[in-house]
């Protein structure tokens, strides 16, 4: 496995945000991790950051134990996070946000990565001289993701990168996210609340609520799942608006 | 304007509304009188007796009257200018502001170049000279703030602390261990770098105003050692009798002593005092403009960019595996290093320091030149030092008005440029149309 979670328990003060999760993620995978807002998704991609640190448990990625490290060493080892809400720099333009991503990568790699990045998002070399905090937000979303893309990563995790997105943004996001996976390799372990897209698109996903795993099982096999469908897919379009 | 207002505004047809002038007006006079009425109203004066209070109220009727006048029109003005008005910020300020930063290359140059000529100009005195290299004091301090404030975003209010140091480093190193001034800079510098690591490490977790406070606290403790550390730093009494700086060892001395050679005897020049200001100026000058080349410089390094990066989202740093502690330490050695070189220049330059000289309001002041130029941008930084430095210095003669000014002149800049005069951010890296990342 190249990512496994073991029990684990993060807690807010006193609010215990995940209550014991179990979770893997296997080399080459598209996982994903669905649930409602506030079931605990963005914190265990935080956990898996190290930021904050788990309280208990274990957090393996590729043979090593990484609980206790902190947040920039876990990313040095390969895991690139493209954090909720995007988080580019908006005062340094797209060439920068992208530079500054290579931060842990070789400096002659950079011409390569900045190439490969572009074939993947086109628009981002067409706005590489704008400031981020100008570019639209399906296009600050492609900059997260691509910026997250130049370190190299082995294991990519992404938080929520449908949110606010025009339908057709969401479409071409996944395609890209798909192409990344396929031709890359690029492990994607991704946390969404539009589950029809997220499920669609990968080959396992779990279903959090209220801090702990609730559901497992492919993405076509939960996308059939009753339950997942009435909570997530049909009554959760309505839901998310 | 409250909404109230514009609707009725708009109701009128952009007349005069004389009910609403009337009231903004009246309100602020009301503000204004009760201000002006303990402020001007009551002095005291010596007496026979001790202390007699005097009153004035012509004053405060004067301020009140003024106020109202003032409100009164800028109400009517904005009411009638309602419609056309510019959105705010693009006003001539801000044109002014975008054409000059569309050559900030060439006025940086043009500067640079007045700067290096000034002492051979024909008004450039004794007195303007000196004017001179005290500005560029500010300048220098400005912009190795401008590393820890203006590219980390790390708010810093207790910087003249490692001025101080700086300072302190110098005058003890060449009292007691007859360092010349050229063998202090590095330790001074050293010295300021390792107090901005000190600050550095309990701070590391504090943002925004809480760091501004520790920040603080760490100005007022060095203050208080320099004045109650009496054996080692004379106190109070401060320290006389610095070396001054000698040109590549020629002493800038009418009679130099026995073995020595001075400056004018050696180029054959008659004795003049302007020669060593003027070397005092050309010796700030060049570390201002070493400052300013390294921050440009570092501003494209990985490091400065990860400056930048702090600023702007601590979080997403982060994640891309920046270490916080490493750039926020960083930040605050390299910002600290440059004010130790200012601290031992203006030890030099005054020949006698004391705790005096490094109070809050040094800070305050430096602090306040970085966010008026505009947070980072370095010929901000300058125009600023201009603004706060050297025009209180040439308006004298408005004594007790010129914090007054000063005030007035913050004010305006809040509501005309409330993110600095140079806002403007060049950004550190462009592409060639090769695809090939340059620069």
Known sequence: ?241 | MRPGATARLAGAGMGLDLPLILKEAGLTALVVFALALPLFGFRTVDSAGGLDVAYRFDWVAAAVAVAFVGRALLVAMRTLGGAQRARPGEGLLARAGRAFYRHTTWIGAAAVAFAVLLPLLPFADRYVIDIASYFLIYVMLGWGLNVVVGLAGLLDLGYVAFYAVGAYSYALASLHLGLSFWWSLPLAGALAAGFGILLGFPVLRLRGDYLAIVTLGFGEIIRIILVNWYSFTNGPNGISGIARPSFFGLAFSRSPGPGEVAFHEFFGLDYAPVHRIAFLYYLILGLALVTNLFTLRIRRLPVGRAWEALREDEIACRSLGLNPTNIKLSAFAIGAMFAGFAGSFFATRQGFISPESFTFIESALILSIVVLGGMGSQIGVVIAAFAIVVLPEWFREFQQYRMLVFGAAMVMIMVWRPRGLIAHRDPTVRLHAGGEAGR
């Open chain 1, 1 to 241: 496995m190249m990512l496994s979670v073991t029990g684990v328990h993060t807690f807010y003060g006193h609010i215990e945000a995940l209550k014991g999760v179990d979770l893997e993620v296997g080399a080459g995978e598209v996982v994903t991790l669905i649930g409602a807002n506030g079931a605990g998704k963005t914190t265990l991609l935080m956990t898996v950051c190290g930021n904050p640190q788990a309280a208990q448990g274990r957090i393996v990625f590729d043979g090593e134990d990484i609980t206790r490290l902190s947040t920039y060493e876990i990313v040095r080892r390969g895991i690139a996070h493209a954090p909720e809400g995007r988080r580019i720099f908006p005062r340094m333009s797209v060439i920068e946000n992208l530079q500054l991503g290579a931060t842990i990568g070789q400096p002659e790699d950079f011409a390569d990565d900045l190439e490969r990045v572009f074939l993947l998002f086109p628009i981002l070399k067409e706005r590489r001289e704008q400031r981020g905090g100008t570019l639209s937000g399906g296009e600050q979303q492609m900059l997260a993701i691509a910026r997250a893309l130049m370190s190299r990563p082995r294991l990519l995790l992404l938080d929520e990168p449908s949110l606010g997105l025009a339908p057709m943004v969401v479409k071409h996001i996944f395609g890209v996210l798909r192409r990344i996976n396929r031709e890359a390799g690029t492990t994607v372990f991704l946390v969404e609340q539009n589950a029809f897209h997220a499920l669609r698109l990968a080959d396992r996903g779990y279903v959090m609520v209220n801090g702990a795993i609730a559901m497992t099982g492919t993405g076509r096999e939960l996308m059939a799942d009753p339950e997942i469908r009435r909570a997530y897919l049909e009554g959760g379009r309505r839901d998310r608006a």
